[in-house]
């Protein structure tokens, strides 16, 4: 669509600029603040400039966690997405069958993120949950405190059971907004069913699935309170992530101005990635409009 | 057929979690700790009422809707005019805004959460649920704004210029044409925004001490000396199931057309 050039625009902006503001930059203009000084007291503080930032750089455990971080959003995104798509092509797409399919896989959607972590942690359980006490009782020594494997296996299976119905519902809006006549071309072309995926069905979700993707990278790196509530990011930190461990720097010991350096890092390094994500849609969205 | 019964199979699975916390949910604690039970023998809903006649527990579900719904209210008000500024004109800065919007989703609320608890200290709003509201509109407002402006640009211009020259002016064209154009994506927004406020758990403990006290804060009462008390547990996390699948029921007409988020 063209689009009209109109500064007075911004007067549709000014709200949400100024709710933004106020919940956004002051709340970092603090964290910021705190990033480059030692606090002692109400008016003791010392400059430190870059020092924290060079510290929390060179911290093993940050670097550890890190790379869990990445271990993980990964792993869950190679895992839901592929699993989202197959659920949404399997879906019944009419009647009462539609709606009732439709309310039960949004469901684990919008159980509150401690909930979950509940969930899951009696789940594990091998004397009062179905999962632990099925795994023993099929011989395995299965125990998420002691086990760090036990461990991200349970987090990851509780991930997946927890986001899946996200890309599972934006594939199948994807997928009903496809013509039928595209699949009759499909049947008297005697296309095979990979051949509709991959040519027909395919095309059409990459926008919804870019949209999937930012939303559950986003999310994932920011993972706390499943976690948190499932393991305590243990054994050992074998499950603390970013948010974890900066969480119990903030607030276990007091460090601010290095808990404030990790955060700015941690802001940054989800910025850079997401950038990347989101150029990449608009090179997307421009090619296709510069081929219709 | 083949596909009908895979799908089933994956909703087993996927409701066996959910069905662990209901069975546990309506046993006494003596029960669920004794031995392993597929389904309570000796059914009991003392669990639920436990939770419905003491204030101190369900006024943790009236506080928890109490800023979802100011959160979805405020953000919606500023998501609309904004994301049709986005949808319709050019304006200096537009796309550096868009994404600067779009960076408070990626905020991890762990990095915000102590700056909010000063922020809201300083202006007298802790413990208030506008605090929460406004806490949550960090992540919110970005989202809405991404999905309006995706259905906005959906709608042909034709559509507002007829009005302008029909001698609409712009407030009740907006209110009267416009709005109900997007219902969809207003109805997919609205359950967008009940989902990330409803279930984010940091931000809304760290805000609140007891007069806005969320669900999921207080449902850390449960673990006292005498070890965990499961079955209010349980009941509890059930509980705060319920308002999400009456959401999903008043949206599921939207969502086939609307979750593609206007950009099929």
Known sequence: ?292 | MKSRIAFIVYLVIMILPIYWLINMSLQTNSEILGELSFWPKNLTFDNYLNILTDDSWYMGYVNSMTYVFMNMAISLTVALPAAYAFSRYKFVGDKHLFFWLLTNKMAPPAVFALPFFQLYSSVGLFDTHIAVALAHTLFNVALAVWILEGFMSGVPKEIDETAYIDGYSFPKFFVKIYIPLIRSGIGVTAFFLFMFSWIELLLARTLTSTGAQPIQAIMTRTQGASGIDWGTLAAAGVLTIVPGIAVVYFVRNHIAKGFALGRT
């Open chain 1, 1 to 292: 669509m063209n689009k009209i050039e109109n500064n007075k625009a911004w007067f549709f902006v000014i709200p949400v600029f100024v709710v933004v503001a106020f919940s956004a930059v002051i709340p970092l203009m603090t964290v910021v603040n705190y990033s480059v000084q030692d606090i002692f007291g109400a008016n003791s503080a010392f400059w430190t400039g870059t020092e924290w930032y060079r510290e929390m750089l060179r911290n093993p455990d940050l670097q550890a966690a890190l790379l869990r971080q990445f271990a993980f959003s990964f792993a869950i995104l190679a895992i839901e997405v592929p699993l989202g798509i197959g659920i949404a092509l399997l879906m019944p797409k009419k009647g009462w069958a539609a709606s009732a399919a439709l309310v039960l896989v949004a469901m684990p959607l919008l159980i509150p993120l401690n909930v979950v972590g509940t969930i899951w942690q009696i789940l594990a359980r091998s004397d009062i949950g179905l999962l632990g006490w099925s795994l023993s009782s099929l011989g395995m020594d299965y125990n998420i405190n002691a086990n760090a494997a036990d461990a991200w296996f349970t987090i990851i299976l509780m991930d997946v059971w927890h986001w899946t119905p996200l890309i599972a519902l934006l594939s199948y809006s994807g997928l009903r907004a496809i013509p039928d006549a595209y699949y009759q071309a499909a049947r008297i072309d005697r296309a095979s069913r990979w051949a509709v995926f991959r040519y027909i069905q395919l095309p059409k979700l990459t926008n919804v699935l870019v949209i999937g993707v930012l939303l559950r990278f986003m999310d994932s790196f920011m993972i706390y309170a499943e976690p948190f509530v499932l393991t305590g990011g243990g054994p050992g930190s074998s499950t603390t992530f970013l948010s974890q461990a900066l969480t119990t720097m903030a607030v276990g010991q007091f460090d601010l101005g290095p808990a404030a350096a990790f955060s700015i890092i941690y802001f940054l390094i989800i910025l850079a990635v997401s950038w990347v994500f989101y150029t990449a849609i608009m090179t997307l969205q421009k090619d296709k409009s510069a081929q219709q």
